[in-house]
């Protein structure tokens, strides 16, 4: 079993190699689905001396334990749900639900509301069916705002909705005019809904 500190480090590792770097690591990932086989994301962990103690199950922990459920077990092989920066991963188009949130912080507003939600680096703008993960990602990087995206307006000015799993949705973009400030988040904390 991790320690809190190893499982936090290990996710970190874990994310880096399997949404931005994976060739870093001699990882190479399916187009479709970004997945790689388990044991060649173990073999890639345990070839640093740091992680050489590492097993399956230590992965499975890290998996089962992620606050965002950032990875997901396919079979035998293992993905990273959403958040990829380097080749583009596939997803089938969805009918999202009528409203999805997004978490960003004070400072980014005033771009949003005139540009609308754009990846920022990444394949995809990530949203949310709740306002808890939204709250996640918006408080890490200043003070927070919550924004309600009406999706079926989204979609009538040309967004393509995408479900990850686990209430989380991409898009490619989401237009400012779908995007409005939930004033029932004010002063919201990660943990408390």
Same mark, same amino acid.
């Given at each position: 079993?991790?320690k809190?500190t190893?499982?936090?480090?290990? =996710?970190?590792?874990?994310?880096?190699a399997?949404r931005h770097?994976?060739?870093?690591?001699g990882?190479?990932?399916? #187009?479709?689905d970004?997945?790689c #086989?388990a044991?060649?994301?173990?073999a890639?962990?345990?070839?640093h001396?740091r992680w =050489?103690w590492v097993?399956l199950e230590?992965?499975? *922990?890290v998996?089962?334990n $992620?606050d965002?459920?950032?990875?997901?077990?396919?079979?035998e092989?293992i993905r990273?749900?959403?958040?990829? =920066?380097?080749?583009?991963? $596939?997803?089938?188009?969805?009918?999202? #639900?009528?409203?999805?949130?997004h978490g960003t912080n *004070?400072?980014a507003l005033p771009?949003?509301l005139?540009e609308?939600?754009?990846p920022?680096?990444? *394949?995809?703008?990530h949203?949310s069916?709740g306002t808890?993960f939204?709250t996640?990602?918006g408080s890490r990087r200043?003070?927070?705002?919550?924004?309600?995206?009406?999706?079926?307006?989204?979609?009538?000015s040309?967004?393509?909705?995408?479900?990850?799993g686990?209430?989380?949705?991409?898009a490619d973009?989401?237009?400012a005019?779908?995007?409005?400030?939930?004033?029932h988040a004010e002063?919201r904390? #990660?943990?408390h809904?």
């Open positions: 079993m991790l809190p190893q499982e936090k480090t290990l =996710s970190k590792w874990m994310t880096k399997l770097t994976p060739g870093e690591f990882l190479t990932l399916d #187009p479709e970004g997945s #086989p044991d060649s994301l173990l890639a962990i345990t070839s001396s =050489s097993t230590h992965i499975r *922990q998996v089962r $992620s965002k459920q950032r990875f997901e077990w396919k079979g092989r990273a749900r959403y958040g990829h =920066s380097h080749d583009h991963i $596939s997803y089938t188009p969805e009918i999202p #639900p009528a409203v999805l949130y *004070q400072k771009s949003i005139k609308g939600l754009l920022m680096g990444r *394949q995809y703008v949203l069916e808890h939204a996640m990602a200043g003070e927070l705002v919550i924004l309600r995206v009406d999706t079926a307006h989204a979609r009538e040309g967004a393509t909705f995408y479900y990850a686990n209430e989380v949705w991409l973009r989401v237009p005019a779908s995007c409005s400030i939930d004033q002063g904390h #990660p943990n809904e």
